[in-house]
């Protein structure tokens, strides 16, 4: 599967933005998915994640209660609603992908990860 992350900017704090995951090749709704982001000067770090099947989700405790991961079937995306942005949310955001037999299974380790965007840049200013 390939994946096409889209939708990072320049915004202000408090703002809103929606990243969007396009996937092609396969259907992304047969993978578990998830984001990432990386700062300058610091490592890549998880942001949110979402099972294959049952929708369970799990969220960076930094970002929890205003980010939101989402699949959108029809486009064959995930998408990433950000709400009440701040300058240290200001990185550049992978989607990523894990072929897995199992629906209940969400992944938090980027390295559990098998397919990955090519990131979107969100900078946030105070």
């Known amino acids: 599967v390939q994946l096409q992350a889209s939708g990072g900017g320049l915004v202000q704090a408090g703002d809103s933005l929606r990243l969007s995951c396009a996937a092609s090749g396969r259907t992304l709704s047969n993978y578990a998915v998830g984001w990432f982001r990386q700062a300058p000067g610091k490592e890549r770090e998880f942001v949110a994640s979402s099972s294959k099947g049952y929708g369970i989700e799990r969220y960076a405790d930094a970002v929890k209660g205003r980010f939101t991961i989402s699949r959108d079937h029809a486009k064959n995306a995930v998408d990433l609603q950000m709400n009440s942005l701040k300058p240290e949310d200001t990185a550049v955001y992978y989607c990523?992908?894990?072929?897995?037999?199992?629906?209940?299974?969400?992944?938090?380790?980027?390295?559990?990860?098998?397919?990955w965007g090519q990131g979107t840049l969100v900078t946030v200013s105070s």
């Open positions: 990523a992908a894990i072929s897995t037999a199992s629906n209940r299974s969400y992944y938090t380790d980027s390295n559990s990860y098998h397919y």
